[in-house]
T-cell receptor, first 111, second 112 residues
Framework: RKEVEQDPGPFNVPEGATVAFNCTYS??????FFWYRQDCRKEPKLLMS???SGNEDGRFTAQLNRASQYISLLIRDSKLSDSATYLC????????????FGAGTTVTVRA | DAGVTQSPTHLIKTRGQQVTLRCSPK?????VSWYQQALGQGPQFIFQ???????QRGNFPDRFSGHQFPNYSSELNVNALLLGDSALYLC???????????FGSGTRLTVV
């Protein structure tokens, strides 16, 4: 079983729409959770960390459900510039330094 | 403030050859991790270097080796290249006492 699993999409949405997607992680010892954004053929860039109580950053809202071991990302009022692949990332900490990435969810926002 | 610098940006090698990729971490960062990203996949952890030692290793064969220098820069070496080694190789730097990783723009390796 993969450590982090994501719906690959693609999610094709019109500008202004709301889009949401999840990822699940297998290791209950995981401590840190992130969403990264990756544009085509570029490096991943941190979009936001995900906290237990849920958090917002502008149009982006992230939620964590430890009991069910899933993380969600919601994008409101989608912009053309939101078109990208969103990577769910998990880290166990506790002397485990690797980031475990999902394969990514592709979002395309159309005019 | 320079971010993470990787070189070269693109590379084409023949099966069986050896390759060395280089990474200069972000200023103030002392830890370097290497990831392999195959097409359509998420990055996979290769290893992490701290204080010039390999601190943790992922599920990669011994053909993958690395080094960290006193100035914190790092190299990734891959021997006996296989077609399946074709991927984007990403370097990520961090401070060992803080969260947060900064990725370089990667080296795209093609093995023919």
């Amino acid at each position: 079983r993969k450590e982090v699993e994501q719906d690959p999409g693609p999610f094709n949405v019109p500008e202004g729409a709301t889009v949401a997607f999840n990822c699940t992680y297998s290791n209950s010892a995981s401590q840190s959770f992130f969403w990264y954004r990756q544009d085509c053929r570029k490096e991943p860039k941190l979009l936001m960390s995900v906290y237990s109580s849920g958090n917002e950053d502008g149009r982006f809202t992230a939620q964590l459900n430890r009991a069910s071991q899933y993380i969600s990302l919601l994008i409101r009022d989608s912009k053309l510039s939101d078109s990208a692949t969103y990577l769910c990332v998990v880290n166990k900490r506790a002397n485990d330094y690797k980031l475990s990435f999902g394969a990514g969810t592709t979002v395309t926002v159309r005019a | 403030d320079a971010g993470v610098t990787q070189s070269p940006t693109h590379l084409i090698k023949t099966r069986g050859q050896q390759v060395t990729l280089r990474c200069s971490p972000k200023s103030g960062h002392d830890t370097v991790s290497w990831y392999q990203q195959a097409l359509g996949q998420g990055p996979q952890f290769i290893f992490q270097y701290y204080e010039e030692e390999e601190r943790q290793r992922g599920n990669f064969p011994d053909r993958f080796s690395g080094h960290q220098f006193p100035n914190y820069s790092s190299e990734l070496n891959v021997n006996a290249l296989l077609l399946g080694d074709s991927a984007l190789y990403l370097c990520a730097s961090s401070r060992t006492d803080a969260d947060g990783y900064t990725f370089g723009s990667g080296t795209r390796l093609t093995v023919v």
